[in-house]
Antibody, heavy 118, light 111 residues
């Protein structure tokens, strides 16, 4: 069974940093590109970052470019998102997701909530 | 403002057929990139419903179907059931943004 489990979310002050992790099981992560997608409370889905199966290339939404960094460790079947200079607009549930050819996502994690507030 | 445009809400009675539109542009759907659809029940992660414009993953009922034409796509749900009440999102890839783009989501209400 394929499972993706996010961790590392929580409450952080404005301007602070947080590192999210996504551990996977039931799949060989090195074969697939991966996305981070977020959803603010009561809002829609927002793609924020992609990383290829090898780690390069990567891409970011304009809303997080320069502040967030995606990375992966295929030896640990894990995906990461380093988030810096956080603001209230970054408050959301963050999902890691497996990307297939054609850019669709076939597996999602359960999400981890990040709350930016003083 | 989402790159892909969906109606905020649609509704239908049990047994009826509804469609949800998704309008993009020449840098995403119109550029030939496939459209995918997701269903999200309250408090849960999205679930892949349609991929590659009109393909259903294993386990998705054939009541769900997708189509694409030009810069737009549609999701059709026939034989509406109460359990179909959820939020639906379209997604594609945008060459100018070098990343995936989502529609704003459509809330389906089964009357």
């Amino acid at each position: 069974e394929v499972q993706l489990v996010e961790s590392g979310g929580g409450l952080v002050q404005p301007g602070g940093s947080l590192r999210l992790s996504c551990t996977t099981s039931g799949l060989i992560i090195s074969t697939y590109g991966m996305n981070w997608v977020r959803q603010a409370p009561g809002k829609g889905l927002e793609w924020i970052s992609y990383i290829s199966n090898s780690g390069s290339p990567t891409s970011y939404a304009d809303s997080v470019k320069g502040r967030f960094a995606i990375s992966r460790d295929n030896t640990k079947n894990s995906l990461y998102l380093q988030m810096n200079s956080l603001g209230a607009e970054d408050t959301a549930v963050y999902y890691c997701a497996r990307v297939r050819s054609g850019w669709h996502v076939d597996y999602w994690g359960q999400g981890t909530l990040v709350t930016v507030s003083s | 403002q989402s790159v892909l445009t969906q109606p905020p809400s649609v509704s239908g009675a049990p047994g009826q057929r509804v469609t949800i539109s998704c309008t993009g542009s020449s840098s995403n759907i119109g550029a030939g990139y496939a459209v995918h659809w997701y269903q999200q029940l309250p408090g849960t992660a999205p679930k892949l419903l349609i991929y590659g414009n009109n393909n259903r993953p294993s386990g998705v009922p054939d009541r769900f179907s997708g189509s694409k034409s030009g810069t737009s796509a549609s999701l059709a749900i026939s034989g509406l059931q109460a359990e179909d009440e959820a939020d639906y999102y379209c997604q594609s890839y945008d060459i100018n943004l070098s990343g995936s783009v989502f529609g704003g989501g459509t809330k389906l209400t089964v009357l």
